[in-house]
């Protein structure tokens, strides 16, 4: 099992820039969380999906920021325009049961200046 | 909302010597608990889980956690610890959702360092 993928690992923009970050689930977990951390705000839950389904966005900071999950297989989360309080390591995470315990990504550091 | 409180920020243990990490939560009910560790630059990996059933559960790396709803805590043991053990520590929570669990909180989380 390849665990969760997730694309890049780093990124380095620019203030006002487009940026998506790519994540690829456990092949058959039905549930896919992102998670962004930061050395103020810790870890929080941006947005998660059930069966390619959005099922909690209240964590997403603001309209900048949106999330998408074509397929099973597939997910992005987009920032446009981008800020440098963006900057963070974004996590995506996957599971078949979310009573056991979810598997995380390597994450994406992003920094925008 | 629920929340996470992790109390020490930083703790420093002798390699070999007996470890206990705290971790108090705010859930009206009883929440599923998680914790897990993060080593530098890396991902997060699923110590344990509680969510029912015997309060005492074992997780892998010879750790283990004892929920206790009266104080409502979830700490975390480990009778002797490894150098390879230093690292990054978060105690998490999850709501009842629908037949499942939600997305997680977490703590702030507790930096782990070995001594030799």
């Known amino acids: 099992d390849a665990g969760v993928i997730q694309s890049p690992r780093h990124e380095v923009t620019e203030m006002g820039q487009e940026v998506t970050l790519r994540c690829k689930p456990i092949?058959?977990?039905?549930?896919l969380f992102w998670y962004r951390q930061t050395m103020m705000r810790g870890l929080e839950l941006l947005i998660y999906f059930n069966n390619n389904v959005p099922i909690d966005d209240s964590g997403m900071p603001e309209d900048r920021f949106s999330a998408k999950m074509p397929n099973a297989s597939f997910s992005t989360l987009k920032i446009q325009p981008s800020e440098p309080r963006d900057s963070a390591v974004y996590f995506c995470?996957?599971?078949?049961?979310?009573?056991?315990?979810?598997?995380f990504g390597p994450g994406t550091r992003l920094t925008v200046t | 909302a629920q929340s996470v409180t992790q109390p020490d920020i930083h703790i420093t243990v002798s390699e070999g010597a007996s470890l206990e990490l705290r971790c108090n939560y705010s859930?009206?009910?009883?929440?599923?608990l998680f914790w897990y560790v993060q080593s530098p630059g890396q991902g997060l990996q699923l110590l344990l889980k509680y969510f029912s059933g015997d309060t005492l559960v074992q997780g892998i790396k010879g750790f283990e956690a004892e929920f206790k709803r009266s104080q409502s805590s979830f700490n975390l043991r480990k009778p002797s610890v490894h150098w390879s053990d230093a690292a990054e520590y978060f105690c998490?929570?999850?709501?009842?959702?629908?037949?499942?669990?939600?997305?997680?909180?977490f703590g702030k989380g507790t930096h782990l360092i070995i001594q030799p």
């Open positions: 998490a929570v999850a709501r009842h959702s629908g037949g499942g669990a939600d997305g997680l909180t």
């Open positions: 995470a996957s599971c078949r049961d979310t009573t056991r315990g979810q598997y």
């Open positions: 092949s058959g977990h039905d549930y």
């Open positions: 859930y009206g009910a009883t929440p599923y």
